[in-house]
């Protein structure tokens, strides 16, 4: 099959979405379709992998590194790729999104949809009344959902959701995938936590996550500032909020003790990982979480808030608490200065349910019941 990826978002941000659509290609392509990315152009970037067709964007008018995306494709794309695709899969309900509704239609091609952000959630970066957006949020979500013909979420949680939005659209959960012999194949590397500044029996706490807002970091920040056991805390990753974060640390004066590793690299993450006595995931927000399955494939301990879509991905395999920084807290003091190999054993045990191949075994059989329908409908 050929399939088109439509997305507002892709390289070089870095971030969970691009990560799931970045792994679902990857096994697709390992199963033998084609898959082709219809992203924003963003300006100065040269693709390291591909085929990726660009689509002309402006910068929004605030600091982010998203771009408003202006629905056009290229006269040689449309004849080249798109008329030829045989599916399309929108992961954005925004412009890129409404490209792909335009083109399933002219085409009479099937399109999917993945749901891959609760957008009423981040009704705070909006300059508009907040409970407003939300609603207009909400309505966004369930009107691009109907006219799907199929729609994808990783969790029943957000399942349970979409119908609650009134969604009527066919709705399949599919977990976003992760590569588990690159996660599974960190170790614990002395060398590295020594440059992170662990002493000694000193824990390793670690988060992996953007810098904003809805990511509640400075719970957990608050947290590591109220334990009474001998840790550090790693916080990888960038966005909006970092300023703020590092503020906060100084603040609470355990600054000394937490690093901020800024964005890093995915293949170093393994071992990040691997070498954390555990891993700290403080966001009720996601519609799934892909780091928690990182992590556990990493084999590294999970503390996590506890939220319906992360209860599902963590699945017994590590501590859920109240978001709160005194549950976080008394959860960290629990922590030991290794992980015992039944945790960790546990922990990837969780993570195997999140296998790229399976994924993209189950999302190609979505694609194949949408074309016999199609065929179906078209020759009777």
Partial sequence: MRVGFFTE????VVNGIVASLDGLAAGLRALGHDVYFF???VP???ETTGPVCR??????PTSTPYRLTVPVVSRRNRTAIVNRLDVLHAHSPFVTGWMSVRYARRLRIPLVYTYHTRLEEYAHYVPFDENATRRAASTLTRNFANLADAVIVPTPAMRERLLELGVTARVEVIPSGIDLRAFGSGTRNAA?????????????????SRLAKEKNVDVLIEAFSRTRVPARLAIAGDGPETEAL????????????VSFLGSVDRAQLPELYASADAFVFASVTETQ????????????????????????????????????APAFARAMDEVKAQPSP???????????????????????AVYDSLRTHNLDAVSS
Wanted: proline share 7%; glycine share 8%; no cysteine.
């Fill in 9 to 12: 978002v892709y390289h070089p």
């Fill in 39 to 41: 992203a924003p152009h």
């Fill in 44 to 46: 100065g970037y040269e």
């Fill in 55 to 60: 689509i002309p964007s402006l910068p929004l």
């Fill in 192 to 208: 590295l936590r020594k440059k992170l500044g662990v002493r000694g029996e000193e824990r390793l706490l670690l988060v992996v």
């Fill in 246 to 257: 590092q503020s906060l640390a100084r603040e609470l004066r355990v600054a000394d003790r």
């Fill in 289 to 324: 979480g892909l780091v928690l399955a990182e992590a556990m494939a990493a084999g590294a301990p999970v503390i996590a808030a506890d939220a319906p879509q992360v209860r599902e991905v963590v699945d017994g395999a590590g501590s859920l608490v109240a978001p709160s």
């Fill in 342 to 364: 039944e945790q960790a054993a546990l922990a990837r045990r969780a993570a195997a349910r999140f296998g790229i191949e399976e994924q993209a075994r189950r999302v190609a």
